[in-house]
């Protein structure tokens, strides 16, 4: 496939456990788009500073550690991988250290920026027709001129039972108050939780996994046959 045009750019974002990577990720194989989760470069920012021992409340000390983040991830829906230098950090970026830290090192300014470019310039060189991107910001920042840009959202209920049904290493307590205090401190920076002007929000409260891809997947057909026409 040749890089001629520009994919098809469909942006989600949504709070923690609405369903973006699963969702986004679903959706990418059935379209045959690729998929870029963008939480994982914020998760393996934090992973990489904990690893150097850095206290991620001195944004001094982490904005000196961006030039050493050397990040690679999988676009490919079915070839997902996560890597900081030669570490796989895939699963490593999911645990209760690193979700804890997260929000202090996503909050700095030049750590949204850096990303932001690196998001950015990751989605444009992808060899698929299109790409789903997913996070908090990208309707509005990393990507506000996609063809097509989502909401996903769900009750807090909602999205508290799907976390805690796949933590089972922590109690559903736990697991709810510490998504609750993740979003809590995510949304000083970047408001997530109502849709900007031009973005459709998909609520998955009362929709099953497979009808929430289905409706995704009608969105994004929907808005690209209509920019086709426009
Ligand atoms: N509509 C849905 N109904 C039930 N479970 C869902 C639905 N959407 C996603 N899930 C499940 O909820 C959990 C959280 O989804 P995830 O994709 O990790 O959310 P996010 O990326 O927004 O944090 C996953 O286990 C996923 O399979
Ligand atoms: N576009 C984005 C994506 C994630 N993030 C940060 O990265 C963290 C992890 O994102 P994630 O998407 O993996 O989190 P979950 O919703 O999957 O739990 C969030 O809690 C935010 O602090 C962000 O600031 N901007």
Redesign the pocket.
Known sequence: MGRHTLPTLVAID??????????SRAAARRLGFAYLDT?AAYRAFAWFNIEREIDTSDADAVRRLLPEFDYSIGTDPDEYYVRVGQTDVTDAIRSPEVSAAVSAVARIPAVRSQLTDLFQSLATNVDRPGVII?GRDITTVVAPEAEVRIL?T?SEQ??MD??S??ITTQSAETVAEQLRSRDRADSQVVDFMSAADGVITVD?TH???E??IQAVIDVINTRTKRALHE
Request: net charge positive; no cysteine; proline share 4%.
């Open positions: 949504g709070p923690a456990g609405s369903g973006k990577s699963s969702v939480g997913e996903l769900a909602a999205r799907r976390r049904a796949e998955s929709l099953d996994f009808q929430t």
